[in-house]
T-cell receptor, first 113, second 115 residues
Framework: DAGVIQSPRHEVTEMGQEVTLRCKPISGHNSLFWYRQTMMRGLELLIYFNNNVPIDDSGMPEDRFSAKMPNASFSTLKIQPSEPRDSAVYFC???????????FGQGTRLTVV | SQKIEQNSEALNIQEGKTATLTCNYTNYSPAYLQWYRQDPGRGPVFLLLIRENEKEKRKERLKVTFDTTLKQSLFHITASQPADSATYLCALDAAGGTSYGKLTFGQGTILTVHP
């Protein structure tokens, strides 16, 4: 398996634009997580899914953020409209059950100017 | 409120020595604790998992201890090498019971091993 695949690797966008980040989890994993990493706040959990169903989105900072998982092999994180303070590295991770390790993608570095 | 603290933001040691990293937590009752390694520009990579009923876990040069009374985990790298230089993150399951693998991470410790 190629691991968790995220795209794009880098995204530079202007304030106010819509940004969509994509994630393909490892086949057979039933939990998917979106994290955001910044120097100030470290690695923060935004939302997670189990069997494609959103379980907890309490980490999503604002209504500008939304996430979907239409099927077991694809998830998106959307920011609309984007703001400079959204600049961070966004990671997607998957795991096949609780009490096991999470596998992280390479991340998407988002810069909003 | 729940808190995870990795005591050292940065740790510098000489090659061949043992590196010891600390993770303390408050207001958690984790069923397990994990350690990850993160290199610059990459996602975290899993190293070790230790459960609440385990005192110690080893894997090659790595050793993790878990003291639920002290609410602390220690992560040791023996015979350290420059290639061990990275950021090390501890992570807890955020809730007892069914959490679907949801993890909360500490801020990380940047380890630098000097030749």
């Amino acid at each position: 398996d190629a691991g968790v695949i995220q795209s794009p690797r880098h995204e530079v966008t202007e304030m106010g634009q819509e940004v969509t980040l994509r994630c393909k989890p490892i086949s057979g994993h039933n939990s998917l997580f979106w994290y955001r990493q910044t120097m100030m706040r470290g690695l923060e959990l935004l939302i997670y899914f189990n069997n494609n169903v959103p379980i907890d989105d309490s980490g999503m900072p604002e209504d500008r953020f939304s996430a979907k998982m239409p099927n077991a092999s694809f998830s998106t994180l959307k920011i609309q409209p984007s703001e400079p303070r959204d600049s961070a590295v966004y990671f997607c991770a998957s795991s096949w059950r609780e009490n096991t390790e999470a596998f992280f993608g390479q991340g998407t570095r988002l810069t909003v100017v | 409120s729940q808190k995870i603290e990795q005591n050292s933001e940065a740790l510098n040691i000489q090659e061949g020595k043992t590196a010891t990293l600390t993770c303390n937590y408050t207001n958690y009752s984790p069923a397990y604790l994990q350690w990850y390694r993160q290199d610059p520009g990459r996602g975290p990579v899993f190293l070790l998992l230790i459960r609440e009923n385990e005192k110690e876990k080893r894997k090659e040069r790595l050793k993790v201890t878990f003291d639920t009374t002290l609410k602390q985990s220690l992560f040791h790298i023996t015979a350290s090498q420059p290639a061990d230089s990275a950021t090390y993150l501890c992570a807890l399951d955020a809730a007892g019971g069914t959490s679907y693998g949801k993890l909360t991470f500490g801020q990380g410790t940047i380890l630098t091993v000097h030749p």
